[in-house]
């Protein structure tokens, strides 16, 4: 599974509502589920609202889910590809 860490920011949409982030975060791990893959959400202190870190089978599938999640107008999002220690001793093997 590709992992990736997303650093998410409310619109002003989303900051009006902020009330009902938490119903949102959920209904967004469902969704996550739907299309084979898991979300797990952190709300933060600072420059970012939240971060999530998000696990699909292959980056497709992941974009589709981020561009569902900021169809809806709650969020802005910066993603990122993230890479465990295994993955990474691999990629430097390569080298």
Known sequence: MARFVSLLNWTDQGAKSAADT???AE???KVAAEMGGSLEIYWTMGQYDMIAITEFADDET???FLAKVSSL???RSQT???FDADSVRSIMGKM
């Open 73 to 75: 107008g709650n969020v």
């Open 62 to 64: 992941a974009v589709a």
């Open 22 to 24: 938490v119903d949102r």
């Open 27 to 29: 209904a967004a791990q």
């Open 80 to 82: 990122m590809r993230a």
